[in-house]
């Protein structure tokens, strides 16, 4: 019953003043209109295409900006870990510390993210591997309990659909629900079409899967966003324009308030 | 901005009493809410697992008790055609004439159809066939407007995922509304586990499927449904009791409301 | 422990002249080389992408030129089947009736063609549907032999893989085989790309899908070949130039006795 | 031309005894055959389901062992490799450096691993993930290269299909080979059924997707091997016994020289 968690912000720290510009813009709608926003952006980009594509900051220039977007919005952050040692020190600055989908089979990484999380009251975000079912999922959800992480927030961000392609199964959302876990739709990533010498995708279709799953019961939306995707960084083709994001939003909130009005009428 | 299109009714025409229980039920549900349900059962289960099932009364009788329907509870039509010389005389009864997945590609039975269609007044519904993407529906829906048949309903049954497994892939609704269709949901068929010594299925997901379709922009809403599905002749464990589709076809149309509210804002 | 065999021609009958020029080339390698060659052609594409595409001359002309070439050429002969009432018509020209992947799950069809086979001493060839798991063909296997076939032929002509395109996946063939059936490979349409406003293809592919599943223990190779494919009326981006067939088929032939050698090792 | 080159060996360390009787035998077959092994282990499972599953003797006991079955043996050694600072000491002991698959985005750790092959001469091993296409493994290969590693090695060892399967498209085969690299089949991992509380296998297909990728052109072939496989701590159901491994490698050489032939033939 509690309203939709957004989290919203650029790809990757492509510079102080784009994290500075996109998180006011999300921190006064948070504001304004009572919504509960997650800023994300990474600080190491760790699996691109190709060896000379942009990568980021880096761990601690990255929190240190991201630190100074928390104190300046007040607004939670989050943000991808990708070897075990980030995990502490991340978790210092973000709520919310993000499993990478191609690494959620990594013990080790799981473990150090779920420690960090448990002793600095934070949530594990698992993004659910586009090569694993649903149900699986429950292997990395063990792993954060055993480690005494309670808070597991799960991601679908699309299920390899052949090749170059993702599928969205919106059955995958109440099935990872059944493990007693939030779950949350990254409209963004669904819609990527992997392959060829950069990610292409489909921007136009985040909108349609953002709501599907929030009807289909989703709890938070995963949505990237950037001032001019087009010039954007990384996954400049599925990151929806900051100027519209707002109206995306409300729509969703929408929905979840219906969504929340059917589940209270059937408990 | 129209509201949803119901289609629903027992699979097969197992017996002139259930059809008879089944059909008033729905028509009094149509007229106390004023939705639009079409009453849907098949005459002939053309392609059942094992030579010996059920497969149903047959063109001429099944025709008999569909025209029954029609008199007595005053619901449209509409029943799945398997060959070519099925397509005129059903289009005597039914509103809309039902292409099935496994046939879409047969040139002569959608012709024949969409003949029919035209010479009646009626509508095809094509349902994607589950190994094709929603694209390439563009060949027969061209088959069906070559023939003058210009009302053209899609439907997405789902698409296979790997073996046994179907998925419903949510962005297939505004790529075949962008043909100039509208697009339903078949809900019941989308939750199948084909293989096996029957087919099996997963009835618990139809409400989830269905409301994110409607959310991504769904016109329709096809679901089957029995009095006591687990005594189904065919297709038991993915058709809805009876006693619950109200309760459902209301959250959909609510569901429905928002979207239109939604689109009408946009325009 | 038995040679290979294979199965090859255009794959539509297009005019009397290529049908003759084929199967006389196609003899003549017969005989010269020793192998069993199966001449196919279609006398209708009952599921072309457009309401225009060139079809085929129908049944009865077909079969005139197909009874010819048994005639002339002294190959035994076989074709696809799309409705019931072709099947016995057709036995009398074809000692192995072809079931299409797409209707292999209707089962009048099926029927139909088996009996024909029954009575003409014939053979059924049902290709695996590209939805379907192999261990599910044994439904079509199970209406065969019901009705008194007892020669069934089962074809891997590939499994979706995501839209627009295929894949065969080798473990089907032990797996068929399991059934008590011989298994053939179609090289030719496992390497369709269908999608788009004509079905492609990459001809280049099929020698290696062929020896891959020779090896694997394919007890028949279907490969459609033409004279000029780039201006083949059907399926010409998958089809064989005739004048490199020879060299595949005894490549082929080379890996099939070294398997049998293996094979009789074993037993 | 080259005759096939074999990687084989228990999945993870077990033992020292169990390290040592695989090797022996190995290396018995590799001098009486004059077949080219590698031996293969890992020091470290660094994915298993469960957290509390074995895992290994660690890097540096690791190495040791197979340093040991290196000098015992004669064998060059290959293992795979989890994190960037792995890649150097185990380069001292192994020719030939494993990407491992879910692992073949990370940017670092394939640069660390070319380093690491490029300064002792090795080899990297890039196994392409069971989530892209064959065509996209072409990043992985240009980011060795950039780094100065010349010897690419790719395996395929599956693709998702749906849930819990994979596939083996035979097609990867020349395609990857294309980039200019030997290509490899991993026929253990390819026959796993990924899914439930430990990933289950069908060893039994093991010789026929090696034959067939062989027959198709593969120039290597991955195989785990165990004296008793049902005893395994990872990867039994899909590990094929030690005793029975002699036979499968000389039925593979026999596809190879007939390939070899084949391609001599026709250059």
């Known amino acids: 019953g509690r309203p939709l968690l957004f989290i919203a912000g650029p790809c990757v ?3 102080e003043e784009l994290i500075r510009e996109t998180s006011l813009r999300l921190a006064d709608m948070a504001h304004k209109r009572g919504w509960q ?3 994300k952006s990474s600080f190491d980009k760790a699996n691109r295409t190709s060896f000379n594509s942009y990568r980021g900051p880096g761990l601690e220039r990255g929190m240190e900006i991201l630190a100074r977007v928390r104190e300046e919005t007040g607004l939670p952050i989050t943000t991808d870990i990708h070897e075990p040692q980030q995990a502490a020190p991340a978790a210092k600055v973000c709520k919310i510390l993000q499993v990478p989908a191609f690494l959620a089979r990594q013990t080790d990484l ?3 993210i779920a420690l960090a999380a448990r002793d600095n009251d934070g949530i594990v975000n698992i993004k659910k591997p586009q090569f694993i079912a649903a149900e699986d999922i429950i292997h990395a959800v063990n792993k954060c309990r055993e480690a005494g992480a309670n808070n597991v927030l799960l991601t679908d961000r699309g299920t390899m659909f052949g ?3 993702l599928v969205n199964d919106m ?3 109440p099935t990872m629900q059944a493990m007693g876990c939030p779950v949350c739709i ?7 079409r992997p392959g060829g010498s950069t990610t292409g995708g489909n921007r136009g279709m985040v909108p349609f899967v953002a709501r599907a799953a929030v009807a289909a019961g989703a709890d938070a939306v995963f949505m990237e966003t950037h001032p001019d995707p087009d010039k954007a960084k990384s996954d400049g083709p599925n990151q929806v324009r900051l100027s519209e994001i707002e109206k995306i939003f409300e729509q969703l909130s929408r929905v979840r308030e219906l969504i929340t009005e059917f589940n209270a009428a059937a408990s």
Not at 186 to 192: G, L, R
């Open 13 to 15: 720290i492509e510079s």
């Open 37 to 39: 926003i997650v800023f």
């Open 110 to 112: 799981v473990h150090a």
């Open 163 to 165: 090749y170059g392609r």
């Open 171 to 173: 059955t995958c959302i």
């Open 186 to 192: 990254d409209a963004t990533h669904s819609v990527q």
